[in-house]
């Protein structure tokens, strides 16, 4: 996911631009929190840089603690609670896109397949693909295991 990315919430009240600039490239994450949060199967995220992002429209934020123990904020849309990108102290400067929300989302291929020990039976991962049962404790790791976009 290179260049600028733009993006909306469901019903339009929201727009951002993704400025180019640091991001890891696009993952699915299978977890049982994504599966809720979402009402679906799985999620599809890109971390970024916070400061790379531009957002207009009236926003909600939601929080929660993760089993980590990591305090989550959840920025969305306020009339129509499309989630936009989320954000956990432990990762201070970065923030997770929700890859649904942009405008060319067909595009997005993910590279790698988190918390794949509690992914949904019915669902086949690519072959050759990056799978992790859990996720990546460190910067380094996610680095290493998802990738950092091309500028």
Known sequence: MQGELRGQCLCGSV?????????????????????????SAFSEHMLFAKKDIQIEGDLDVGSYAQPSGAMSQITGCSKCKTRIFAENDSRPALASLRCGTLENSADVVPVAHLWVGSKQAWITLPDGVKAMDEQPRTPEE??????IAAP
């Open 15 to 39: 727009r951002y631009v993704l400025r180019p600039g640091f991001r890891f490239n696009p993952y699915a994450c299978h977890c049982t929190d994504c599966q809720t949060r979402t009402g």
């Open 142 to 147: 996610w680095a290493s295991f998802v990738g």
